[in-house]
């Protein structure tokens, strides 16, 4: 599922139970930060980023797309960072290679101050593709 932009500038959250695609930059295989965003849980329970926060050095994620390529990255670094503090300039830094940011909510969930305090951030580095299945 394809997200943009909230009139605020703020990234739209995809419904419980998907992940999104901020298709304001590049595709997942694509040269460049590809970025996904998901939930971590909802009111139904866990959601599709919940396991997000356990990756780590050398771990690798699989995406498969509509053409039926899956593509393999491999996980560089993940890091729980605030909200009011996303490292932007590490999320989308300029780069020629293609590379994958994984985002969702992580930390303390707070009601009274709105929810989670922080975000999950996987960053990896795209292995290969083979055709999906």
């Excluded at 932009?5 to 999104?20: F, K, N, R, S, V």
């Excluded at 939930?39 to 690798?60: E, K, R």
């Amino acid at each position: 599922m394809p997200v943009g932009l909230q009139p605020d500038g703020a990234m739209e959250l995809p419904d419980p139970g998907t992940g999104a695609w901020y298709d304001l930059g590049p595709r997942p295989g694509e040269p460049g930060p590809a970025v996904l965003i998901g939930h971590v849980d909802s009111v139904a329970g866990p959601d599709v980023f919940f396991g997000l926060s356990t990756l780590g050095d050398g771990d690798v994620v699989h995406i498969d797309d509509a053409t039926g390529v899956r593509r393999a990255f491999v996980v560089t670094g993940v890091e729980t960072v605030r909200k009011d503090d996303l490292p932007y300039e590490r999320i989308w830094a300029e780069v020629e290679e293609p590379v994958l940011r994984l985002i969702t909510c992580g930390g303390s969930y707070e009601r009274d101050n709105g929810g989670y305090q922080e975000n999950v951030v996987v960053y990896a580095v795209m292995q290969g593709e083979t055709p999906a299945g």
